[in-house]
């Protein structure tokens, strides 16, 4: 062989060819994975993680799952949003005018929501079922009057305060619904080491004992004297 035949390997054509062939390849895959991304990401998909929207319709609880090793997101019985069941076009109406309104207030310029934002302000993904909310009977008004009147509130008066929005009351329902829809989205774990309001059922108090009650018994009368 002639030294200077020039060896196929080493040619520039071939690295060009293959420079063409491996960018319109990752094209191809770039493209199947997007596709296959918004799929996984859209309410109601077959994935299961991004649940309909009409999930605010039923109560949503953080459990730890022993197989994968963190909490999960479980899907619980009937318990509609501020007591009113929604289609599931009532319910995306909602729960996307709170995300529209997360937006038109720079939400993400404090919180951080599913991971993404600022760290000055608590993470929203899971605010549905903070604990701070207090009872599960109570959460949904409390929610609604703080994000009206946040300075009103006892729990907004140390650290790092939030401001007054002017958000109105529609908005704060609104976002209240978007918050609890948020929180059944499966986020493999996250945010971690978080603990969830108990929202177990009391038992029901149990029924009085009535003792039954006992007349006395008249004395009889004593017989008539002749």
């Known amino acids: 062989m ?11 054509s071939f690295w060009r060819k293959t420079a ?6 990752s094209f191809v895959v770039l ?7 918004v799929d996984q990401i859209t309410a109601g998909s077959k994935s299961e993680r991004v649940k309909a929207y009409s999930v605010i319709n039923n109560r949503i609880d953080y459990v730890f799952d022993e197989k994968r090793n963190f909490q ?3 899907i619980g019985p009937e318990e509609p949003l501020f007591g009113k069941k929604l289609t599931e076009e009532e319910a995306m109406a909602m729960v996307s005018k709170g995300k529209l309104t997360t937006q038109a207030k720079n939400c993400m310029n404090c919180h951080t929501l599913l991971g ?4 000055y302000a608590p993470d929203l993904t899971k605010s549905w079922l903070d604990p701070m909310w207090g009872s599960k ?10 994000l009206i009147n946040p300075q009103d509130h006892l729990y907004n008066a140390l650290g790092r305060r939030m401001p007054n929005l002017g958000i109105t009351e529609e908005e704060a329902r609104a976002t209240v619904a978007f918050l609890k829809w948020m929180s059944a ?8 080491n978080f603990k969830p309001i108990d929202q177990t059922d009391a038992p029901a108090p149990a029924a009085p004992v009535v003792e039954p009650v006992v007349e006395p018994m008249a004395e009889p009368a004593a017989p008539a004297q002749q």
């Open 116 to 119: 993404n934002g600022a760290y």
């Open 2 to 12: 002639s030294q200077t035949q020039e060896l196929w390997w080493a040619s520039e």
């Open 137 to 146: 009977e109570t959460r949904e008004q409390t929610m609604v009057n703080f």
């Open 72 to 74: 999960v997101p479980v």
């Open 185 to 192: 989205i499966d986020t493999n774990g996250f945010p971690t």
């Open 20 to 25: 063409i062939w491996v960018t319109a390849g």
């Open 31 to 37: 493209i199947f994975l997007t596709f296959d991304t």
